[in-house]
């Protein structure tokens, strides 16, 4: 029996997921979470085997919180479950160690089907992200990410882009208030954008935020 933890910020969603995990027999749900930064202390304290995973979270955003518990969960199995599925964010999820990706448009047969593969060591995509990657390998251009960022810079821009202050964000980061401003002036050079608007829309589109 594989131990499970659902992360969706939804509750309505995750109240779903959860009632179709406890009628399997081939999981145990051991946790869940509405919160990235949550989340991640949640799996590090009961080790789950499998993940279900949205990639838009408050607090923690699904890609970084991936990345942080692949770090220290060598063997963990993730399922991301999401609404979004442009091509940056797949990518970002492929490459921060999730084994599927099945968008919440699918049916109830696509998440029960793509999270048996994954828990019993395969690889799953949904129909529509399984075009996407076609898409992807046909036009490669249309997969560019934001690599060039840093983790701290990804966090800053997830923050600001949620309207926190400046000072709001140094005490979330435990970081000082110029150096949140350092990281915001890097932001906006490296990003060729000026305005808190502008690098909203920016986390809008590489999945930061809904």
């Known amino acids: 029996m594989k131990r499970l933890v659902i992360i969706e910020d939804q509750t309505a969603i995750r109240e779903m997921l959860a009632e179709i995990i406890r009628l399997d027999p081939s999981f145990k749900l051991v946790g869940e979470s509405g919160d990235g930064q949550a989340a991640y202390q949640l799996c590090i ?3 789950p085997d499998v993940i279900v995973l ?7 955003n699904g890609v970084d919180l991936l990345r942080r518990l692949n770090k220290v969960l060598s063997n963990l199995r993730v399922l991301v479950f999401s609404g979004h599925e442009n091509p940056v964010l797949v990518r970002e999820m492929l490459e921060a160690g999730a084994h599927g990706f099945v968008e919440k448009t699918a049916g109830l047969f696509e998440l029960k089907k793509g999270l048996e593969t994954v828990a019993n060591g ?16 046909a036009n490669p251009s249309a997969s560019s990410s934001s690599d060039f960022l840093t983790d ?6 997830q923050l600001v882009a949620e309207s926190y202050s400046t000072k709001e964000i140094a005490v979330k980061l435990g970081i000082s208030v110029k150096t949140v401003d350092n990281h915001r002036t890097n932001l906006m050079r490296k990003l060729n954008l000026h305005d808190v608007a ?13």
């Open 45 to 47: 304290e009961v080790k």
């Open 54 to 60: 949205d990639a838009k979270l408050p607090g923690l």
């Open 122 to 137: 395969g690889t799953y995509f949904g129909p529509s992200v399984a075009a996407l990657l076609r898409n992807v390998v």
């Open 152 to 157: 701290r810079e990804r966090e800053v821009l």
């Open 198 to 210: 502008s690098l909203t829309r920016y986390a809008l589109e590489i999945g930061l935020i809904q």
